[in-house]
C-alpha cells in the first residue's frame, strides 16, 4: 500500500523522526544507557539486531493474523511473539557466537519489552509496508537511535566534568539535552522526500 | 507465596490465562466492533458531505484491477471513493481519499471531482502528523485550500491521463487553472498534497470521464443486470 | 600561520586575563558587522542587536545571582553571545520574542550546563534554534534591506507587545537561498557579496565578516582550521554536485556568500568551548560542519541549515576529542 | 502517615510519584502530552490498565509458578490494553486518532510491568488495588502537569478552551517533541528545587523522595 522509497524511509526513521527525539519511543535505555559512549554503541548494536528480528516477526505474524481475519489479536501477539522470539536467538546466539553474545547479550533483556520495538513493529503494520520497507524501516529507526544515543554519550560524558548546578544534575539535564537534540534534528525535515 | 514451578503448573497457569485473556479480548472486541465500525462509517461519511455537500445519496465505489468501477464496502477499502447524488438520483459528483507521504508522515485527504467542466471543487484533510504551525497551514490556510474550490484536471486526448498535471508552485506565482499556489515556509507539505492529488486524479479522472454516461442515473445501476 | 597563543584548547577558562584580550578583540571584529547591520536594516536591526545584547547580559547575571555565583559578565563573553545571537536574527523580530530566545540561550543553553568553559552547544544558536521552533512564522519573515525609511520608522511589528501576536507589514522579501530554493531565482554575486541583499540581520555582508575573521586569524585569535575547512568543504561539495548535475545546484561562490554560511564559519562554529581540543579535530569538526551544510540546503526542507549544522557538530565534538587525542598516561578508555 | 493502606495509595501520588521521581514511563508522559485532553486520557487508560492487572495479578499470584511470571503478566497487561484500545476508539475515533499507537504501547510502559511485579504480586488485591490507584492518580496528574503547559503555550488553549486572550502568539515549540523535553526538565528543576529547600529546613515532606 505505501509506495514509499527504502531510501525515504531511511531517512525518515533515522534523522527525521528519530524515535528518540520526536517519538520519545526507548526513552528508558536511552536514559540509563546514554552515559558513556562504548555503552552506547554496544546498545545500538543491540538494538539494530532485536530491531530487526522483530520487524521481520511482526511483517509475517502480520499477514498471518490478516489470513485468519483476527487482528484484534494482533497487540497480545506481537508482544509475545517478539519477546520470545528475541529470547530463542539470544540462546542460539550464546551457543553460536559467544564472542557477540557477551557484547550484545546484557542488554537484550532490556530492550526486548522496550516501546521503541513494540512501536516499530505497530508503526510498519500502521503504515502498511511491504517486507523489504519493513526492513529499511527497522535498520533506519536502529540508526536513528543508535545516533541519538552516540550524541547524547558525547554530551553527557562532558557535562560529568564541568560544574553544572546542583539542581539540574541527573535527569533533567539529560532532558535538556535530548530536547537541544531535538531542535537540531528539525534540520533534517525534508530529507529524503 | 508462588506456586512451584512444575510442568504441570506452569502448562496449567499459561493456558488458563491465555485462554481467560482471549475471552476478554473477544468479549470487548464484540461488544465495541459495531460502533467502531459505526464510527468510522460517520466520520467518512460527514468528510464526503463537506467536499461534496449537494450530494445526498452516496454509491461507494472502487477501481478494480481492469480500471472497471466496482461497487464497494468503503470499510474493505485503503482510499474509499464515493460517486454522489441529489434527491433525484442525478449525479452531482465524486469523491475520492488519497494519500501519500508528507514531510513527516502520511497525508490523507479526501477531494470532491465535478464532472461538470472536470475540475476538483474541494479537499479537505482527512489525516495528516505535519509540523504544527507550519506543515500544518495545509489544512488551515485559506490562500491554500482555494486552490482547490476549481482546480482545473481535464482528460487529455487519449483518455489515458490528465491533459496537464498538477504541479505545485511557489506561492503568487500561480497562472494556469490546473497550478496549485503553495504556501511559503511549508513547500514541502504543500507540494505532497499537490502529488498525491495529482497520482490519484491520474488514476481516477480518466476513468471517470469514460464511464460519466452509465454513471449519470443512480437507478440505473440497479436496473442493470 | 604560527599560534602563539592556543586559544582553542581548555583549559584556557582559567586565565581570565586571556579570555578578556580574546573576548574584547572578538568585539573590535564584530563592530563593522554590527555597523553595517544598523546602515542596511536601519533603527529596527540596532533594537534587535541592543535587545539581544541586554536579555544575555541580563540573563547571565540573574542566573549568577539566583545560584549565588560570583558575577561572570566582567569577561565578556556574554556580550559577545548577545552580539552574536542579535545578528542572526530577523531584523523585524518583535523585540519581545528577542528577548525570549536571549533569556533561552544563555539561561539553557550557558547556565544550566555551568556557566562559561562548559556549554555544549552554542547558547546564541540554541536560543536562534528555540525561536525557530517555537515561532516559525515570525522567524522566517524577512523585510527588504535599505529601505528609504529605515532610520526615522520602525517596521510595525517590531514593538508587538509581549506575547501578542506580531502583524507583519505587506512588504516581504526573500532571502538569496529561499528566492533561490522556493523561486528559482538566483542573486547577483556583487550583492551577496557586499550585502546588499535580505536576511538575518548581520549575516548579509560576507566581505566585513570575512575581514573580522581575518583580523581575528592575524593576532592568533581564532582557529582558522574550523572556518577554513567549513568553507572549503561546502566549496568542494557544490562543485563537485555541479560537475555530476550541471545546473541542478547552486555555485560554490553562490554557496559561500549567502545565507548565514559566513557568519557561522567565521564567529559561531568557533566557539572554543563546544568545538574541540585538537588542530586536527577542528578539521574534523570544521568538515562535518560544512557537509551537514550542503547537505541541509541541497536536499532538506529548509532554505538554510547552517544553524542546525554547527549545533549538531557541537554534540559530535566530544566524539571528536574522544578519538584524536594524544593518549596520555597509556590509559584504555 | 503510619497507616499502611494510606500509605499506599500516597506513595504513588508524590513520593514515587512515576513520572517525577521514578522516572517511569516517560515515553507516553511526552509523546502524547502535547495537549490536557490527551494527557488526561493517556493517564485514565494508564491507570485504568494498572489498576484491572493489578488486581488480576494479585488475585491469582499463589497460583502462578515464578518462571512464567512475566509472560503471565504480560498477556494479562496486553489483553486489558487490547480492551482499552477498542474502547477509546468506540467513544471517539478523533482522540483515538491523536493518540495514535500510544495506547497499544501502555503495553511496554515500564510503570505496569514493574507495579504488577514489584508489588501486586506480593500482596493482597485491596493493598494492590490502592496502590495502582495512587500510582495511576500520579501519572495522570503528572500528564495533566506536563500537558495543560504545552497545551496553554502551544496552542493558547486548556482543554480546547482558549485561556489566553485572542492576540497571543503561540509557542510551537511546545507541541514539537522539543517542547516536551523542555517542559518535563522545568517540573523536574521544580520539584529538586522544592526538595532542596525542603531538605534544608529539615521538612519531612523530603523524606525518601529521592526514591
Known sequence: ?193 | ?225 | MRKTLEIASSPHVASGASVELIMRNVVYALLPVVAFAVFAFGLAALLVILTATLACVGTEHACNRLAGRESTLGDGSVVITGLLYGLVLPPALPLWMVAVGGIFGVGVGKFLFGGLGANAFNPALVGRAFLQAAFPGAMTYWSPAFTPGRFSELPGSILTLPFAEPAFDAVTAATPLSALKFRDTGTEMADLALGLTSGSVGETCAVLILAGGVYLVARNMMNWRIPVAILATVALMSLVAGAVAPGAYPDPAFMLFSGGLMLGAVYMATDPVASPITNAGCWLYGLLIGALVVVIRFWGGMPEGVMYAILLANAVSPHIDNVIQPRVYGTAR | MSNPSTDDFVRGLWRQNPVFVQLLGLCPALAVSNSAINSLTMGLATSFVLLASGLVISSIRSWVPADVRIVTYICIIASFVTCVDFTIKAISLELHKSLGAFISLIVVNCLILGRAESFASRNTPVRAVLDALGMGAGFTVSLLLIGSVREILGSGTLFGMAVLPAGFQTWTVMILPSGGFFVLALWLLIINRWQQAAERTGSPAAEGAGK
Open chain 2, 1 to 225: 507465596m508462588t506456586a512451584a514451578s512444575t510442568p504441570l503448573a506452569m502448562f496449567r497457569t499459561v493456558v488458563g490465562v491465555g485462554m481467560l485473556c482471549a475471552l476478554l479480548i473477544v468479549g470487548v472486541y464484540e461488544a465495541t466492533a459495531l460502533r467502531i465500525a459505526d464510527n468510522e462509517a460517520r466520520a467518512l461519511e460527514s468528510a464526503v458531505l463537506e467536499v461534496l455537500p449537494q450530494a445526498k445519496q452516496l454509491r461507494s465505489i472502487a477501481l478494480s484491477a481492469g480500471r472497471q468501477i466496482v461497487d464497494a464496502e468503503p470499510a474493505d477499502q485503503p482510499l474509499p471513493a464515493f460517486l454522489g447524488y441529489d434527491d433525484q438520483g442525478d449525479l452531482v459528483g465524486a469523491a475520492i481519499t488519497a494519500a501519500g507521504m508528507g514531510y513527516q508522515d502520511t497525508i490523507e485527504v479526501i477531494y470532491a471531482y465535478s464532472f461538470e467542466g472536470s475540475k476538483i471543487v474541494g479537499m479537505r484533510v482527512l489525516q495528516s502528523l505535519e509540523t504544527p504551525g507550519l506543515g500544518t497551514r495545509i489544512e488551515t490556510d485559506p490562500d491554500f485550500t482555494a486552490n482547490f474550490d476549481a482546480l482545473d484536471v481535464a482528460v487529455n486526448a487519449a483518455g489515458s491521463g490528465l491533459r496537464n498535471p498538477l504541479t505545485t508552485v511557489p506561492q503568487g506565482t500561480k497562472t494556469e487553472a490546473w497550478q496549485i499556489d503553495a504556501i511559503t515556509g511549508a513547500t514541502v507539505s504543500s507540494e505532497a498534497v499537490g502529488d498525491l492529488l495529482n497520482q490519484s486524479a491520474q488514476l481516477w479522472v480518466p476513468v471517470l470521464v469514460r464511464d460519466a454516461i452509465q454513471l449519470m442515473r443512480l437507478a440505473d445501476r440497479e436496473e442493470q443486470p
Open chain 1, 1 to 193: 500500500m505505501s509506495d514509499a522509497t527504502h531510501w525515504s524511509i531511511f531517512v525518515n526513521a533515522a534523522l527525521i523522526n528519530n524515535f528518540v527525539l520526536a517519538y520519545f519511543l526507548g526513552l528508558c535505555p536511552f536514559m540509563g544507557v546514554s552515559a558513556k559512549l562504548s555503552t552506547a554503541l554496544r546498545m545500538g548494536g543491540a538494538v539494530t539486531f532485536v530491531m530487526l528480528v522483530a520487524s521481520t516477526c511482526a511483517y509475517w505474524l502480520n499477514q498471518l493474523l490478516l489470513v485468519l481475519d483476527v487482528t484484534y489479536l494482533r497487540l497480545i501477539s506481537y508482544v509475545l511473539v517478539i519477546a520470545s522470539t528475541v529470547q530463542l536467538v539470544e540462546m542460539l546466539l550464546r551457543k553460536l557466537s559467544p564472542a557477540s553474545f557477551r557484547a550484545l547479550g546484557i542488554f537484550l533483556p532490556l530492550i526486548t519489552t522496550n516501546c521503541a520495538i513494540l512501536g516499530l513493529a505497530l508503526f510498519q503494520t500502521n503504515r502498511g509496508y511491504g517486507f523489504s520497507q519493513c526492513i529499511a524501516f527497522a535498520l533506519g529507526a536502529a540508526a536513528g537511535f543508535t545516533l541519538a544515543l552516540v550524541l547524547m554519550a558525547g554530551v553527557r560524558e562532558k557535562l560529568d566534568l564541568v560544574p553544572v548546578p546542583e539542581v539540574v544534575r541527573g535527569a533533567s539535564a539529560a532532558l535538556i539535552v535530548a530536547g537541544i537534540l531535538s531542535l537540531s534534528f528539525m534540520g533534517f525535515a525534508g530529507l529524503g522526500s
